[in-house]
């Protein structure tokens, strides 16, 4: 059984950094297939990346999305104010089907 | 643009059963597969179960086999969640969201809130 591990647990940064976030898996993720998701407090989740490295309809190309195997990183560029949020890798596909990490909060400076 | 919008979410007892309801717009339903994803309290997401565009094909997380159904209804472009034998600690937001290559989910509902108290 796949378990993703997030690191960290939260990032403090100002606005204009760059942020880089680590997922982890107990075992290598098939196919690269790994989605990062987004989420600010008392919304949905909103994809941003999914394959690893490609992104969802409409996301800003400040994120990107890098890894294979067992170790991948979603990476902001420049912070904006409304990038601060919680952060969840996925992945889908091995066993078991979909696993969520605990999430990487990005917190303001 | 594409529309979920869930229902069904109340406070029920532990034992009891719910049936969550997400309606779908705004894009060809019967051609996507579908996905429920639940999140207690302060805490982070779990998915529950899958099912194709067709129906036919469906999956549940361990957590919930046994206990929970997923169905839809093309005609209605609706998703279902039959819940039962309902737990404390089934209390969450569940968001129906739909799938991009099955079990990416590119578009999510609001949430419908299912609290299990006595």
């Known amino acids: 059984e796949i378990v993703l591990t997030q690191s960290p647990g939260t990032l403090s940064l100002s606005p204009g950094e760059r942020a880089t976030l680590s997922c982890w898996a107990s075992?290598?993720?098939?196919?690269?297939?790994l989605a990062w998701y987004q989420q600010k407090p008392g919304q949905a989740p909103r994809l941003l990346i999914y394959?690893?490295?490609s992104r969802a309809t409409g996301i800003p190309d400040r994120f990107s999305g890098s890894g294979s195997g067992t170790d991948f990183t979603l990476t902001i560029s420049r912070l904006e104010p409304e990038d601060f949020a919680v952060y969840y890798c996925?992945?889908?596909?091995?066993?078991?089907?979909?696993?969520f990490g605990g999430g990487t909060t990005v917190e303001i400076k | 643009e594409v529309l979920l919008v869930e229902s069904g979410g109340d406070l029920v007892q532990p034992g009891g059963s719910l049936r969550l309801s997400c309606a779908a717009s705004?894009?060809?339903?019967?051609?996507?597969?579908m996905n429920w994803v639940r999140q207690a309290p302060g805490k982070g997401l779990e998915w529950l179960s899958y099912i194709s565009g067709s129906g036919t094909t469906i999956f549940y997380a361990d957590s919930v086999k046994g206990r929970f159904t997923i169905s839809r209804d093309n005609a209605e472009n609706s998703l279902y969640l039959q819940m039962h034998s309902l737990r404390v600690e089934d209390t969450a937001v569940y968001y129906c969201?739909?799938?991009?290559?099955?079990?990416?989910?590119?578009?999510w509902g609001q949430g419908t809130r299912v609290t299990v108290s006595s």
């Open positions: 394959g690893a490295s």
């Open positions: 705004g894009f060809t339903f019967r051609t996507y597969e």
């Open positions: 969201a739909r799938g991009l290559q099955g079990l990416i989910f590119d578009h």
């Open positions: 996925q992945q889908y596909g091995s066993s078991p089907l979909v696993t």
């Open positions: 075992q290598g993720v098939r196919g690269s297939q």
